[in-house]
């Protein structure tokens, strides 16, 4: 298995619209290869009343070690010091016997819980040398833009950066040229950018050749107050929820099916929608011209949970608008 070869060149790219690509060819990868490490992130804390991200993390973590070492993300959270918090995760690591020399410790200042969306894209030539690609990020902490920075700086690897906003969870690439986009995300993300600048900056930046939009998400993924008065807390349609690339040619889309359909308006739109995406991947080849395998994942009954308002951070109550009664309820994305 190759390692991380280090680079010393730092390559900037501020402006978007910029037609030159990295001179070292510089290509996005596909999460199906062969990779060192996966990342994961260290939250003491959970979410809307859910079990602190740790627990989630370990049981993860205790599946991928036997196979793929893991960098696992963490910042100062809890009054904890560096030195006690590192020392607190190496205790549960022991304590689920998991092996403490395959997962590796990234200090960031701040934590974060989904380090897919503003963490490190990693891109690699065919030399085998890595960059980092680094798009702006949308969130109230600033700090979250200098994460995927301070992984580039660590690790001593170029960057290429935008001023377009990407997110992680928000595409899909196979690694070959082909990228698949949610036109309810990008457009939302990028009001000031039409598709075809955004599609440009998505080639420079990530060297990927052929681009597919599919139209929406989940329903239960939008945010805010739906129809039926339940809050959807979702990302408004990243990909990773409802369509991914198992190989180079082969996706996995979402299929709500017929019973499910008609149990009420959300699953009704959300098969809809899931079979316009169809019908635009049946019609569109990969980067050689190649029709896609497509294989149909049934999706999961919906799930809801109820939580006092009054009970939720100042943080948390940013994810509701127009509530006029204590207990909300809201999807389980």
Not at 52 to 62: G, I, R, V
Not at 192 to 201: D, G, P, Q, R, W
Not at 213 to 230: A, D, F, T, V
Request: with cysteine.
């Amino acid at each position: 298995m190759r390692k991380i070869k280090l680079l010393h060149i730092i390559c900037l790219c501020l402006t978007i619209g910029c037609t030159t690509k990295s001179k070292e060819g510089f290509k996005v990868t596909s999460e199906f290869e062969e990779q060192e490490y996966i990342w994961l992130t260290w939250v003491e804390s959970g979410f809307l009343g859910g079990a602190p991200f740790y627990h989630t993390a370990l049981n993860a973590m205790k599946e991928i070690t036997p196979y793929c070492k893991v960098r696992l993300f963490y910042g100062l959270q809890l009054n904890y010091s560096k030195q006690q918090l590192e020392n607190r995760i190496y205790e549960k690591l022991l304590d689920v016997n998991i092996d403490t020399s395959r997962v590796k410790l990234f200090f960031n200042e701040q934590y974060f819980g989904a380090i897919q969306d503003p963490g490190p894209i990693f891109l690699r030539n065919e030399k085998g040398q890595f960059a980092l690609a680094d798009f702006k990020f949308n969130h109230p902490d600033e700090r979250t833009e200098q994460i995927d920075r301070n992984v580039a700086s660590r690790l001593n690897l170029p960057i290429i950066s935008s001023n377009m906003i990407s997110e992680g969870g928000a595409w899909q690439t196979n690694g070959k040229g082909t990228i698949l986009l949610v036109e309810s995300v990008e457009l939302d993300r990028n009001k000031s950018m039409t598709k075809e600048a955004i599609e440009a900056e998505y080639k420079r930046v990530l060297g990927v050749k052929k681009i597919i939009w599919l139209k929406s998400g989940l329903k239960e993924e939008e945010w805010g107050k739906l129809q039926n008065g339940i809050y959807g807390i979702g990302t408004g349609g990243h990909i990773d929820e409802f369509c991914r690339f198992a190989d180079e040619n082969t996706v996995l889309l979402a299929e709500v099916s017929n019973i499910d359909m008609n149990k009420s308006e959300i699953e009704m739109e959300s098969y809809r929608r899931m079979e316009e995406n169809l019908k635009i991947l049946e019609n569109e080849t990969d980067q050689d011209g190649k029709s896609f395998n497509i294989i149909r994942v049934p999706t999961a009954e919906l799930m809801t949970k109820r939580i006092a308002y009054s009970e939720l951070s100042e943080t948390e109550k940013l994810w509701f608008e127009d509530v006029k009664v204590d207990t909300i309820e809201f999807y389980l994305a």
